[in-house]
């Protein structure tokens, strides 16, 4: 076969393409041509792309008689044409045109591998048939894989003599994708009276309009899969209120409800104005009646969008207050486990506000400064059904008089001079569906107390400067070291609203009321100081200790907290002594009177010994060697006081 020589006219392009009687003396003359291949002579005339074509298909041994389309397994078949679903359907459409200038025609569809995937026209290629060259020989399919660029194939140029028995010419050009991949091929097969220059063009048009639609749907996914996936809802719609598109957000905000075949007035209703001629807006608060039981509040902005039409974007304003939340830390941490000391007047005030947790009436807090009202407003709250809610702690006396109406009920857009714009959520909003720890109730101004008031009542707030009140959802609970009563007779509290407070009244007991409590607290406060500052715990000497259940503490259990830091830091020694107290407390204490003296003595050693034993874990032989006692008699100590060991430990 080496006496064949290369062909001698490597002309190519759309502009070669012989046409009508050309055409058939070309065919006539690859005949001639082919026969001299076969025969081993030398060949001349034809282009040099298909002569390379043919030598490739005689060394790969490919006959070119026997003629059988090979398609792969069944099962890897059904794969391809998965893989390749978009590719297939966006194609159908192009071929479909394209079989309209082509009727006695056959368009194919194959993928980058040559299998065929879909077909319109005449039956000639079924689907699954590979076409590769290395598989068929020399075709316009197989020519298209191996130089990824537009061809054509004369009926004579086939390796295979069944296909250039069929007289038809074919055309074929690559699919590309957005990177310019060659994912497919297209190819035409028409009679030799419809196939010219101007097919050749076509075929290429053809392709590419199905990689630009495919480019088109990546880039409708990519922009949808953003719509989807923003945490804001998204609502396009036209000039005339018709909906185009929703994305997930907005139809959860609207519970799913049909917002199609309506405009957009009529599917959100807003409160105020329409959404068609309003002007266009940044973070503006909007409320919307969906349906006749739904109220939806949001913050809204609205945007031109192309055609006049318009792009609006929602925040659903319970959602950017449970993110306010997070942000701000408006949680509860106390538990009533976390409160220290088994007085009788501790443990009663524990069963009242354990008892308040079971519903959502309103409690009253009564207690001096430092008591602790705050840890059991969040002990009532993790106690409750509203534990995995917002637990918002607001001091009444530490607001601005001016100030406090915009922070516990908020404000609208523009409402006065120097407000955020948008508006801004106050502390009912900010506390929806849990509980507003109201502190220092009795410092409430009282017009903000009508407000309050009204909030209780009603359970609904109106921000200042807004038109229509906001519905809430709040349990209250107040607390106040003065004496509300009083307040009351004088004029500074609203009897109506004490009353609507004080459904639940629990005192809590100031720590002189419960000085039996003292060295559970110092211990419990001890160990805390000594491990934040990593250093050993310290001793209480029977001294230190009779000075502690001597002080009369007006600062309460917050004095006794701050105290217990000051001496662990000031203490050199293993030991706090009086040294270590502040000179006021030492210098103030009073001498019991005589007659007490061995009562009060021996009550102090009773407190120091259970303090010991406590800091100790209840190990009775480190607290005998602390105390400088025998373990006997330490045991007969606590025989005598009927102490229980088991609550030491």
Known sequence: ???????????????????????????????????????????????????????????????????????????????????????????????????????????????????????????????????????????????????????????????????RQRQRQCAAAPVRNSEGEMIGVLTLTASPDNFNTHTLGTVQAAAEAIGQQLTLRRLLAEQTSILETLNEGVIVFDRHGRIKTVNRYARQIFHHIQLHDITIDQALNPQSGSLLTMGFCNDREMTFHPTAEQRISCLVSLMPAPGDGRVLSLRENQRIRAITRRVMGVSASYTFEMIRGHSTAIQDAINKARTSARSDSTVLLNGESGTGKELFAQAIHNASQRVNEPFVAVNCGALPRDLVQSELFGYADGAFTGSRRGGSAGKFELADGGTLFLDEIGEMPLEAQTSLLRVLQESEVVRIGAAYPTKVDVRIIAATNCNLITAVENGSFRRDLYYRLNVISIAVPALRERQQDIPELVANFSDKQCARLKRPNPQLSPEASVCLMAWHWPGNVRELENLVERMINMCDGMMITLADLPEEMTRHMTPAPPATSSARLADSERLHIIAVIRQQGGNLRRSAAILGISRTALYNKLNQWQINLATLR
């Open 1 to 163: 076969m080496s006496n064949v020589s290369p062909a001698s006219d490597t002309t190519e392009g759309i502009f070669s393409l012989p046409e009508g009687q050309q055409a058939r003396r070309v065919d006539k003359a690859l005949w001639q041509n082919w026969l001299k291949f076969i025969a081993g002579e030398p060949v001349s005339g034809m282009r040099a792309a298909i002569f390379s074509s043919w030598q490739r298909a005689r060394e790969a041994a490919i006959s070119p008689d026997d003629f059988d389309y090979i398609s792969p397994a069944p099962a890897e078949l059904e794969s391809i044409l998965l893989n390749n679903a978009e590719l297939i359907d966006v194609a159908r459409e192009v071929m479909e045109n394209l079989l309209a200038y082509n009727p006695d025609g056959h368009i194919n569809l194959t993928d980058a591998n040559g299998v065929t995937l879909s077909f319109c026209g005449l039956d000639m290629t079924p689907v699954g048939s590979i076409l590769r060259e290395s598989v068929l020989g020399t075709n316009c399919t197989g020519r298209c894989l191996q130089e990824k660029k537009l061809v054509y194939v004369l009926s004579s140029e086939n390796w295979k003599i069944p296909l």
